[in-house]
């Protein structure tokens, strides 16, 4: 079973709204992080914001927040405002306990509309 | 600028020949990563080190890679052989690790190092 399920290859949005990109996960550990991260044309993954699976609170920064359904077992991405420079790929991924591999989906590609 | 770097940027060679890529993580990180990402996916983790100590190494990682970090600073990934399967971006990233309990752990990525096999 995939570990990261990301169920939209590509996603549009207009300049200034808000837009939500779907991440579901697997794990059968009580201890876990989840990930977000931008990679733009350039390649490079930047991090955008995390979230532990015994936080209470969804995690924020700045225009970017994280949904986060325990029981649900899904960790989605709200981009609030949305700017032209968002247009990228954007994947989740998840670290499971203490371990130190990253599990990633296959990616979400946002663009912006002017 | 003192994030993770990569060299070359970009690979091009021929098929069965072999290719050595480097990565200098952030210098006060302690874990370095490599993984792999193909076209149209996400990263895939290659293997991981914490110092210079290879401690995991996923079964993506055939017997024609090799990977070191011989004095717990850079590491380089060496490919033998090379197949057309090969083509990928080589991503690296270094983390900082905490002492004592869970941490998130946050991990920096690199440019990237593109690899083409003709």
């Known amino acids: 079973a995939q570990k990261i399920t990301q169920t939209q290859p590509g996603m549009f949005v207009q300049e200034k709204e808000a837009v939500t990109l779907d991440c579901t996960y697997d794990?059968?550990?009580?201890?876990?992080?989840l990930f977000w991260y931008k990679q733009p044309s350039s390649g490079e993954m930047i991090f955008l914001i995390y979230?532990?699976?015994?936080?209470?609170q969804n995690a924020t920064e700045g225009r970017y927040s994280l949904n986060f359904q325990k029981a649900r077992k899904s960790a989605n991405l709200v981009i609030s405002a949305s700017q032209l420079g968002d247009s990228a790929m954007y994947f989740c991924?998840?670290?499971?306990?203490?371990?130190?591999?990253?599990?990633f989906g296959t990616g979400t590609s946002l663009t912006v509309i002017p | 600028d003192t994030g993770v770097s990569q060299d070359p940027r970009h690979k091009i060679t021929k098929r069965g020949q072999n290719v050595t890529f480097r990565c200098d993580p952030i210098?006060?990180?302690?874990?370095l990563y490599w993984y792999r990402q193909t076209l149209g996916q996400g990263p895939e983790f290659l293997t991981y080190?914490?110092?210079?100590?290879?401690?995991?190494k996923s079964r993506l990682l055939s017997d024609r890679f090799s990977a070191e970090r011989p004095k717990g600073s850079f590491s380089t990934l060496e490919i033998q052989r090379t197949e057309q399967g090969d083509s990928a971006m080589y991503l690296c990233?270094?983390?900082?690790?905490?002492?004592?309990?869970?941490?998130?752990?946050?991990?920096?990525f690199g440019p990237g190092t593109r690899l083409t096999v003709l």
């Open positions: 990233a270094s983390s900082r690790g905490l002492a004592g309990g869970f941490s998130y752990n946050e991990q920096f």
């Open positions: 794990t059968s550990d009580q201890s876990y992080g």
């Open positions: 979230q532990g699976s015994y936080d209470e």
């Open positions: 991924a998840m670290r499971e306990g203490t371990g130190n591999q990253f599990y």
């Open positions: 210098s006060e990180h302690n874990r």
């Open positions: 080190f914490q110092n210079e100590a290879q401690l995991e």
